[in-house]
């Protein structure tokens, strides 16, 4: 099968398309032929230097999948092959999804939405589980809290204002401002120019802060919440800030999830839950769709196309 490894640390141009051999399920698994493969922030920075995800050997990268079941191993119920599935296979070990087919266990795949087609789905996995798991699994959004996503027109960001709209939450987003009457149209209430003002001059009695962009964006969140509110830091541990006394500050690292995945299927096919695609990309191409999301200015999702 084709797929693009990585053939030591370092810039996009370390991606090398290869021959390898496909596959095989083992049991509890299945093999899934690849259509789309979404790209993620994880994939570069661990293309990197292997610091952010240390496996010691040099990985294959990509875990965002959208594709068709090929087989399924021993004692595997929920697929059949021909099924259409989605999912982020094995995170955070490694999967390697810029490839013709993967493997992984069943339950790391949920069937794919019915009213997206590959590209769109693929978009999803990682970024909509980081999204739900944040603000349904840790922070427990619910109707009327306020919520503040910081980078929200971003590959988590604006899947995170739809999924915290869904739930009936008061959205602030901060972002550029040539994106704001998107982030509108996605749902947000409330949108701030991170470059000409200070979030935490004009917000405030905030109960999530879901942040994706690190460094002191944590410690002024804290500054927006109210007691016993919630911030949920997605770049590293280095984001949760000290002395966050009277609010649960946590650092979030995704997880497999089919319950999760199921539930943003549902939302897409009930028509609230949109992937934003900024490039589509041949598989061949995973060098330039890594120059293109390091520069850090997408909208949404990069994806590449493989079968």
């Known amino acids: 099968m084709r797929a693009v490894v990585v053939s030591k640390w370092g810039g996009p141009e370390v991606l090398v398309e290869t021959q390898a051999e496909r596959p095989e399920p083992g049991m509890g698994e299945v093999l899934v032929r690849v259509h789309a493969a979404g790209v993620n922030p994880v994939d570069w920075k661990t293309r990197e230097s292997g610091a952010l995800i240390p496996w010691g050997p040099v990985p294959a990268v990509g875990w965002d999948v959208s594709g068709t079941v090929e087989a399924v191993g021993p004692g595997v119920t929920l697929y059949r092959a021909g099924d259409e599935v989605y999912g982020m296979p094995r995170f955070p070990q490694q999967a390697g999804a810029y490839a013709e087919y993967v493997t992984a266990p069943a339950r790391h795949f949920a069937r794919k939405p019915a009213s997206l087609d590959h590209v769109q789905a693929a978009a999803l996995p990682l970024a909509a589980l980081t999204a739900w798991q944040a603000l349904v699994d840790t922070a427990g959004v619910t109707a009327g809290q306020r919520v503040l996503v910081h980078a929200a027109a971003g590959g988590v960001g604006h899947l995170a204002v739809q999924i915290a709209k869904a739930r009936g939450a008061y959205v602030i987003g901060t972002a550029s401002a040539a994106k704001h009457g998107l982030l509108r149209e996605l749902g947000a209430d409330e949108v701030i120019d991170y470059r000409t003002t200070d979030f935490e001059d004009v917000v405030s009695d905030v109960d999530v802060v879901i942040d994706a962009v690190g ?76 120059e293109l999301g390091e520069r850090g200015r997408t909208t949404g999702k990069i994806v590449l196309t493989v079968a």
Do not use: C, M
Not at 229 to 249: E, I, R
Not at 257 to 285: C, H, S, T, Y
């Open 215 to 290: 460094g002191d964006n944590g410690r002024r969140s804290l500054k927006v919440l109210k007691a016993g509110g919630h911030l949920v830091t997605l770049p590293g541990p280095d984001g949760v800030p000290d002395g966050a006394d009277g609010v649960h500050a946590v650092w979030l690292l995704v997880e497999p999830d089919l319950g999760g995945l199921r539930e943003i299927a549902a939302l897409a096919d009930r028509g609230l839950l949109k992937p934003l695609i900024e490039a589509v990309l041949p598989l061949e191409q995973a060098a330039k769709a890594h």
